[in-house]
C-alpha cells in the first residue's frame, strides 16, 4: 500500500472522548467498500480502536506534514450502520452538548456494534517452537492446541503473567503467532425449552401422594408433553416427581431450541380486548389539523395540550396508521419504562409484529436484534424511552412525543442531552411533524404553543363526557398523632372506596420507610459515606441504603458519634405508608411499585395487572404511577405529601409540582364512576396549590410565564451549568474560582461586542458531594442561544490550557432541569 494521490481518505470518528475527528487512508483493497455510516478498526497510538466512517474524500485534508498518515485496518460493515441524517444529528449534538462526537455517536449505538474487537492470535508456523522454552512455548502451546486463542481467554488461563501483551506482541513480531480482531456475536441465542412426556404410568402410586397424582393427571392429557414451567407453576414439588419418574423410566426428557422473542411480552401489561373506538369531535378536529401536516413535506411542530382521560392515545394510534398507509416510519417517544408497559399492549393489538420496543429493561442481545430489524425496516413504529430517540428507522415520517414535559427525557450524566430537544431537531433535518402530547407541557412548549411558533391542538374534554376529579385538600398542619401520614379525612375515604368495591391510589414521591435515623442525645443523623446525603431507612430490607451512589449498611445499634441507642426514624417513604394501611385495611390487597418493588419491566406489568384485574384494590407508588395509566376502576387519589418538589432548590419547582399533582390527579374517574382526589399539604394557600385545585394549567402557565420574564428565567433566557468535580475537595474550590474568574473575564471581552451573558457562581453544587467526588458549580445565563455557543465554546478552549482546571473535572449541562 502506496500513499499516492490515488488514495481515498476517510474522516472517522473514533469511539472515544477524543475532541476532534481523525483522517486515515483508505486501503486500495477496502475503497469499494468503504462508506459513510460504516465501522472500521483503525490504529490509534499502540491499540486499534473501533470509529465510524463521516466523509470519504479523494482531496487529502489539511495534516501538519510531521504527521505520518495512518492506514484504516479493517473494515466492519458491508453496508452503512448509522444514516447520513443520524450523523448529521449527531453532529449537531455534539456541537450543542459540549460532547465528543465519537462518543455521542457510541450512545446511539447498541453495545454490540460499539464494543471494541477482541484479538484473536492464530498460530503461524511450528517451525522452532520446539526450540523455545519458558513463557513463550507455553503461549505457542495454548495457541495451538486451540487453533486460536482471544486475548481475554489468555488472560484468564495465564492471570499471573503482567506482561502478557509484550509477549504477544513479540511472538507475532518473530512470525510464530497473526493477529486478527474478531467482534462478539451479539445475536439472542435460542431459548431452550425443556418439555416431558409420559412413557408409561408407574406401577405403585403411594395414595397420599396428590402432588403425584397431580402430575401424572397433568401429563396423560398432553400427548405431545409439557414444559416444565407450566408444570412448576401446576404441581407443588414437581422437580422431586419428575426426576424420580424419569429414574423408573416412566417419562423422557425433550430439549429442544427455539428463536428468542425479539420483544419481551411480559413487560406488556393485560388489557381488556376492545371494540373500535368512535372518536370524540375534539379527537376528530385534532386529525384534521395534524394529518395534512404529514403529508406536507414540511417540518411542523405540534403541541397536543389534552387534558388527562382526553384519548391522546388514540390520537397517536391513528397517526402512526397513516404514516404506515404511506409507507412511513413512526417514533413514539416515551419517559420511562413504567409508562411503556401499557402503550406497548395498545400499539401491539394495533401494529403486532411492525412494532418494535426500545429500553434498558431488555436484555442486550434482544436490544441489538431489535435494533436490526428497525435498520432493515421490518419494524416500523418505534415505541421507546429516551435512547430510542436515535433508532435508525426506514423512511420516518412522524415523530410523537408523549408526557413531553418530562424530566426523565433529560439525562443527567454524561451526555446531557434532553431527547425532546433532540426529537425537535431530528424532524426538523428530515422535513417531517413532530407532535408533542401532554396534559401538563413544560412552559417552553406551552409558550411555542400559545406565540405560534408551533401549531397548537386542544383536547379540553374527557372522553365520552366524563368528568374531572372533585378535589379536595386536607391542611396536615391541623393533624396529629396517628393521622399525621395518612390523614382522618383521607382514611376515611380509603375504607369508603374499598368498601364500595372500587379502587385507590396513594402517591408518595419519596421510597423507603424513613427518610432518616437519628441520634436523640447528641443529634447525629447517619450520612453516606460518599455523598452528602442522610441515608434511608428501608425497615424490610433491615438496611440504610443512599438512593444517589447505592452504598448499604447494616442498621446500627447505637450512634457513631456519641454510642446513645437506639436511632429514631424520621420522615416516611412509601415503605412507611404501606405499613400505615395494613393497620387501617388489614384485609385489603395492595401493591406497592417504587424502585425497591421493581427492578424489571415485567415485574410492572405483573404489578399494574394486579389492579386492572382487581385483584388489588389499593396502588401504592412513586412517580412511574403518576402518569399515563389509565385503571377504570380507581375512584380515589391519595396525595400523601403534595409539597415533596415544591421545596427544592429550583426556579422550576413550582411548575414540577403542578404538573406533577395534576398528572396523578388525573388517574381518578377514568371509568364510569367519577373520582375524587385528596391533597394533604402543609400549605395549602401556596399558589401552586390553589392551580391543581382548579385544574386550570393554562391559566398557571401564564401565571409563571410572567414571573419567568420578570426575573429573566428561561423560556426567555437560556442557561447552561458548569460541573466541577475532584476527589480533593480544596483542588475542586479552586478549579471552580477558576473557572468562575475565566468565565467573568471573557464576559468582559463580550459586552464590548454588545453581547451579553452574566455569570453566576461559583457555590458549592446542592448535593455537594457524590459518590466521592466533590462538586461545586456555576451557571451561565444569556438572552440567545448563539452567544450560549460561542461563549461557553471560549471558556471551555481556555480552561484546557489552565493547569489548576486540568486537576479536576470538568462538564457542561445544557438547558438544566436538575440543580443537584
Given at each position: 500500500?502506496?500513499?499516492?494521490?490515488?488514495?481515498l481518505?476517510?474522516?472517522?470518528?473514533?469511539f472515544?472522548?477524543?475532541?476532534?475527528?481523525?483522517?486515515?487512508?483508505?486501503?486500495?483493497?477496502?475503497?469499494?467498500?468503504?462508506?459513510?455510516?460504516?465501522?472500521?478498526?483503525?490504529?490509534?497510538?499502540?491499540?486499534?480502536?473501533?470509529?465510524?466512517?463521516?466523509?470519504?474524500s479523494?482531496?487529502?485534508?489539511?495534516?501538519?506534514?510531521?504527521?505520518?498518515?495512518?492506514?484504516?485496518?479493517?473494515?466492519?460493515?458491508?453496508?452503512?450502520?448509522?444514516?447520513?441524517?443520524?450523523?448529521?444529528?449527531?453532529?449537531?449534538?455534539?456541537?450543542?452538548?459540549?460532547?465528543?462526537?465519537?462518543?455521542?455517536?457510541?450512545?446511539?449505538?447498541?453495545?454490540?456494534?460499539?464494543?471494541?474487537?477482541?484479538?484473536?492470535?492464530?498460530?503461524?508456523s511450528?517451525?522452532?517452537?520446539?526450540?523455545?522454552?519458558?513463557?513463550?512455548?507455553?503461549?505457542?502451546?495454548?495457541?495451538?492446541?486451540?487453533?486460536?486463542?482471544?486475548?481475554?481467554?489468555?488472560?484468564?488461563?495465564?492471570?499471573?503473567?503482567?506482561?502478557?501483551?509484550?509477549?504477544?506482541?513479540?511472538?507475532?513480531?518473530?512470525?510464530?503467532?497473526?493477529?486478527?480482531?474478531?467482534?462478539?456475536?451479539?445475536?439472542?441465542?435460542?431459548?431452550i425449552?425443556?418439555?416431558?412426556?409420559?412413557?408409561?404410568?408407574p406401577?405403585?402410586?403411594?395414595?397420599?401422594?396428590?402432588?403425584?397424582?397431580?402430575?401424572?393427571?397433568?401429563?396423560e392429557?398432553?400427548?405431545g408433553?409439557?414444559?416444565?414451567?407450566?408444570?412448576?407453576?401446576?404441581?407443588?414439588?414437581?422437580?422431586?416427581w419428575?426426576?424420580?419418574?424419569?429414574?423408573?423410566?416412566?417419562?423422557?426428557?425433550?430439549?429442544?431450541?427455539?428463536?428468542?422473542?425479539?420483544?419481551?411480552?411480559?413487560?406488556?401489561?393485560?388489557?381488556?380486548?376492545?371494540?373500535?373506538?368512535?372518536?370524540?369531535?375534539?379527537?376528530?378536529?385534532?386529525?384534521?389539523?395534524?394529518?395534512?401536516?404529514?403529508?406536507?413535506?414540511?417540518?411542523?411542530?405540534?403541541?397536543?395540550?389534552?387534558?388527562?382521560?382526553?384519548?391522546?392515545?388514540?390520537?397517536?394510534?391513528?397517526?402512526?396508521?397513516?404514516?404506515?398507509?404511506?409507507?412511513?416510519?413512526?417514533?413514539?417517544?416515551?419517559?420511562?419504562?413504567?409508562?411503556?408497559?401499557?402503550?406497548?399492549?395498545?400499539?401491539?393489538?394495533?401494529?403486532?409484529?411492525?412494532?418494535?420496543?426500545?429500553?434498558?429493561?431488555?436484555?442486550s442481545?434482544?436490544?441489538?436484534?431489535?435494533?436490526?430489524?428497525i435498520?432493515?425496516?421490518?419494524?416500523?413504529?418505534?415505541?421507546?424511552?429516551?435512547?430510542?430517540?436515535?433508532?435508525?428507522?426506514?423512511?420516518?415520517?412522524?415523530?410523537?412525543?408523549?408526557?413531553?414535559?418530562?424530566?426523565?427525557?433529560?439525562?443527567?450524566?454524561?451526555?446531557?442531552?434532553?431527547?425532546?430537544?433532540?426529537?425537535?431537531?431530528?424532524?426538523?433535518?428530515?422535513?417531517?411533524?413532530?407532535?408533542?402530547?401532554?396534559?401538563?407541557?413544560?412552559?417552553?412548549?406551552?409558550?411555542?404553543?400559545?406565540?405560534?411558533?408551533?401549531?397548537?391542538?386542544?383536547?379540553?374534554?374527557?372522553?365520552?363526557?366524563?368528568p374531572?376529579?372533585?378535589?379536595?385538600?386536607?391542611?396536615?398542619?391541623?393533624?396529629?398523632g396517628?393521622?399525621?401520614?395518612?390523614?382522618h379525612?383521607?382514611?376515611?375515604?380509603?375504607?369508603?372506596?374499598?368498601?364500595?368495591?372500587?379502587?385507590?391510589?396513594?402517591?408518595?414521591?419519596?421510597?423507603?420507610?424513613?427518610?432518616?435515623?437519628?441520634?436523640?442525645?447528641?443529634?447525629?443523623?447517619?450520612?453516606?459515606?460518599?455523598?452528602?446525603?442522610?441515608?434511608?431507612?428501608?425497615?424490610?430490607?433491615?438496611?440504610?441504603?443512599?438512593?444517589?451512589?447505592?452504598?448499604?449498611?447494616?442498621?446500627?445499634?447505637?450512634?457513631?458519634?456519641?454510642?446513645?441507642?437506639?436511632?429514631?426514624?424520621?420522615?416516611?417513604?412509601?415503605?412507611?405508608?404501606?405499613?400505615?394501611?395494613?393497620?387501617?385495611?388489614?384485609?385489603t390487597a395492595?401493591?406497592?411499585?417504587?424502585?425497591?418493588?421493581?427492578?424489571?419491566?415485567?415485574?410492572?406489568?405483573?404489578?399494574?395487572?394486579?389492579?386492572?384485574?382487581q385483584?388489588?384494590?389499593?396502588?401504592?407508588?412513586?412517580?412511574?404511577?403518576?402518569?399515563?395509566?389509565?385503571f377504570?376502576?380507581?375512584?380515589?387519589?391519595?396525595?400523601v405529601?403534595?409539597?415533596?418538589?415544591?421545596q427544592?432548590?429550583?426556579?422550576?419547582?413550582?411548575?414540577?409540582?403542578?404538573?406533577?399533582?395534576?398528572?396523578?390527579?388525573?388517574?381518578?374517574?377514568?371509568?364510569?364512576?367519577?373520582?375524587?382526589?385528596?391533597?394533604?399539604?402543609?400549605?395549602?394557600?401556596?399558589?401552586t396549590?390553589?392551580?391543581?385545585?382548579?385544574?386550570d394549567?393554562?391559566?398557571?402557565?401564564?401565571?409563571?410565564?410572567?414571573?419567568?420574564?420578570?426575573?429573566?428565567?428561561?423560556?426567555?433566557?437560556?442557561l447552561?451549568?458548569?460541573?466541577?468535580?475532584?476527589?480533593?475537595?480544596?483542588?475542586?474550590?479552586?478549579?471552580?474560582?477558576?473557572?468562575a474568574?475565566?468565565?467573568?473575564?471573557?464576559?468582559?471581552?463580550?459586552?464590548?461586542?454588545?453581547?451579553?451573558?452574566?455569570?453566576?457562581?461559583?457555590?458549592?453544587?446542592?448535593?455537594?458531594?457524590?459518590?466521592?467526588?466533590?462538586?461545586?458549580?456555576?451557571?451561565?445565563?444569556?438572552?440567545?442561544?448563539?452567544?450560549?455557543?460561542?461563549?461557553?465554546?471560549?471558556?471551555?478552549?481556555?480552561?484546557?490550557?489552565?493547569p489548576?482546571?486540568?486537576?479536576?473535572?470538568?462538564?457542561?449541562?445544557?438547558?438544566?432541569?436538575?440543580?443537584?
Amino acid at each position: 500500500m502506496s500513499e499516492d494521490a490515488s488514495l481515498l481518505w476517510a474522516e472517522v470518528a473514533v469511539f472515544s472522548a477524543l475532541e476532534k475527528t481523525l483522517h486515515y487512508l483508505v486501503p486500495e483493497e477496502l475503497a469499494p467498500l468503504t462508506a459513510v455510516g460504516a465501522r472500521v478498526l483503525v490504529p490509534l497510538g499502540r491499540r486499534q480502536s473501533t470509529g465510524l466512517v463521516l466523509h470519504v474524500s479523494s482531496d487529502p485534508p489539511p495534516i501538519p506534514k510531521d504527521v505520518k498518515a495512518r492506514f484504516i485496518h479493517s473494515l466492519l460493515d458491508p453496508s452503512p450502520v448509522v444514516p447520513r441524517e443520524l450523523i448529521e444529528l449527531c453532529r449537531w449534538i455534539s456541537s450543542y452538548y459540549f460532547y465528543p462526537l465519537g462518543e455521542v455517536l457510541q450512545a446511539s449505538l447498541p453495545s454490540g456494534l460499539t464494543n471494541p474487537p477482541e484479538p484473536f492470535f492464530r498460530l503461524l508456523s511450528s517451525h522452532h517452537v520446539h526450540g523455545l522454552s519458558g513463557v513463550s512455548r507455553e503461549l505457542l502451546d495454548s495457541i495451538g492446541r486451540k487453533r486460536g486463542a482471544g486475548f481475554k481467554a489468555l488472560q484468564r488461563q495465564f492471570p499471573s503473567l503482567k506482561n502478557l501483551r509484550t509477549h504477544l506482541n513479540r511472538l507475532e513480531a518473530e512470525g510464530f503467532i497473526e493477529r486478527v480482531h474478531v467482534h462478539e456475536d451479539s445475536l439472542p441465542a435460542p431459548k431452550i425449552l425443556k418439555s416431558v412426556r409420559l412413557l408409561r404410568r408407574p406401577e405403585n402410586i403411594p395414595s397420599r401422594s396428590k402432588n403425584l397424582l397431580q402430575l401424572l393427571e397433568f401429563l396423560e392429557g398432553q400427548e405431545g408433553g409439557s414444559l416444565m414451567s407450566d408444570l412448576r407453576r401446576s404441581v407443588s414439588n414437581a422437580d422431586y416427581w419428575i426426576r424420580k419418574l424419569k429414574d423408573e423410566g416412566c417419562l423422557e426428557m425433550v430439549t429442544r431450541e427455539v428463536p428468542r422473542e425479539t420483544c419481551e411480552t411480559d413487560c406488556a401489561q393485560a388489557l381488556c380486548q376492545e371494540k373500535d373506538l368512535e372518536l370524540t369531535g375534539e379527537q376528530a378536529e385534532a386529525l384534521n389539523l395534524l394529518l395534512p401536516a404529514m403529508d406536507s413535506g414540511e417540518f411542523k411542530p405540534f403541541v397536543l395540550f389534552g387534558v388527562t382521560g382526553s384519548g391522546k392515545t388514540e390520537v397517536y394510534l391513528r397517526l402512526a396508521e397513516h404514516a404506515l398507509k404511506a409507507g412511513r416510519s413512526v417514533l413514539l417517544l416515551v419517559p420511562e419504562i413504567a409508562l411503556s408497559t401499557q402503550l406497548e399492549a395498545l400499539f401491539q393489538k394495533r401494529f403486532g409484529a411492525r412494532l418494535a420496543v426500545w429500553h434498558s429493561g431488555l436484555p442486550s442481545s434482544t436490544r441489538y436484534h431489535m435494533w436490526q430489524e428497525i435498520h432493515q425496516g421490518k419494524r416500523r413504529v418505534v415505541l421507546g424511552v429516551r435512547s430510542a430517540v436515535f433508532m435508525p428507522l426506514k423512511n420516518p415520517g412522524l415523530i410523537i412525543v408523549d408526557e413531553e414535559h418530562d424530566s426523565a427525557y433529560k439525562q443527567e450524566d454524561r451526555l446531557r442531552y434532553n431527547a425532546r430537544d433532540v426529537a425537535l431537531m431530528r424532524a426538523s433535518s428530515l422535513k417531517i411533524p413532530i407532535v408533542l402530547g401532554s396534559a401538563t407541557p413544560s412552559l417552553q412548549t406551552f409558550l411555542h404553543g400559545t406565540s405560534g411558533n408551533y401549531g397548537a391542538v386542544q383536547l379540553r374534554e374527557r372522553v365520552l363526557e366524563r368528568p374531572l376529579p372533585r378535589m379536595e385538600t386536607v391542611d396536615m398542619r391541623r393533624e396529629r398523632g396517628r393521622h399525621r401520614i395518612l390523614s382522618h379525612h383521607l382514611q376515611k375515604a380509603l375504607v369508603e372506596t374499598v368498601e364500595a368495591g372500587e379502587q385507590a391510589l396513594l402517591f408518595l414521591n419519596r421510597r423507603g420507610f424513613a427518610t432518616f435515623l437519628l441520634c436523640n442525645a447528641c443529634g447525629n443523623v447517619v450520612q453516606c459515606s460518599g455523598c452528602s446525603v442522610s441515608m434511608t431507612y428501608h425497615q424490610q430490607a433491615a438496611r440504610l441504603l443512599c438512593h444517589y451512589c447505592g452504598e448499604k449498611r447494616p442498621l446500627p445499634e447505637k450512634c457513631s458519634q456519641c454510642g446513645a441507642a437506639p436511632l429514631l426514624p424520621f420522615g416516611f417513604g412509601t415503605e412507611r405508608v404501606e405499613e400505615e394501611l395494613r393497620q387501617i385495611l388489614p384485609h385489603t390487597a395492595t401493591v406497592r411499585m417504587d424502585r425497591d418493588t421493581v427492578t424489571h419491566p415485567g415485574q410492572i406489568a405483573r404489578l399494574l395487572n394486579r389492579m386492572r384485574s382487581q385483584e388489588a384494590q389499593i396502588l401504592i407508588g412513586t412517580q412511574m404511577v403518576a402518569k399515563g395509566h389509565d385503571f377504570p376502576h380507581i375512584t380515589l387519589v391519595g396525595v400523601v405529601n403534595a409539597d415533596t418538589s415544591l421545596q427544592l432548590a429550583d426556579f422550576r419547582a413550582g411548575e414540577t409540582t403542578v404538573q406533577l399533582l395534576i398528572q396523578v390527579a388525573g388517574r381518578a374517574g377514568r371509568g364510569t364512576k367519577p373520582g375524587r382526589v385528596i391533597l394533604q399539604t402543609y400549605n395549602p394557600a401556596h399558589y401552586t396549590m390553589e392551580a391543581v385545585r382548579s385544574m386550570d394549567y393554562g391559566s398557571f402557565c401564564h401565571t409563571e410565564l410572567e414571573s419567568r420574564q420578570r426575573l429573566q428565567y428561561p423560556p426567555y433566557t437560556r442557561l447552561l451549568k458548569l460541573l466541577v468535580t475532584s476527589h480533593k475537595e480544596k483542588a475542586t474550590e479552586e478549579g471552580a474560582y477558576r473557572l468562575a474568574a475565566l468565565c467573568r473575564e471573557m464576559a468582559h471581552r463580550f459586552r464590548g461586542e454588545n453581547r451579553h451573558v452574566a455569570v453566576l457562581g461559583p457555590s458549592p453544587a446542592p448535593l455537594a458531594k457524590l459518590k466521592n467526588r466533590y462538586r461545586w458549580h456555576i451557571f451561565l445565563k444569556a438572552w440567545t442561544s448563539r452567544d450560549l455557543q460561542t461563549f461557553t465554546q471560549a471558556v471551555l478552549e481556555e480552561s484546557g490550557r489552565d493547569p489548576v482546571l486540568r486537576r479536576v473535572q470538568l462538564s457542561t449541562d445544557r438547558d438544566p432541569l436538575v440543580s443537584l
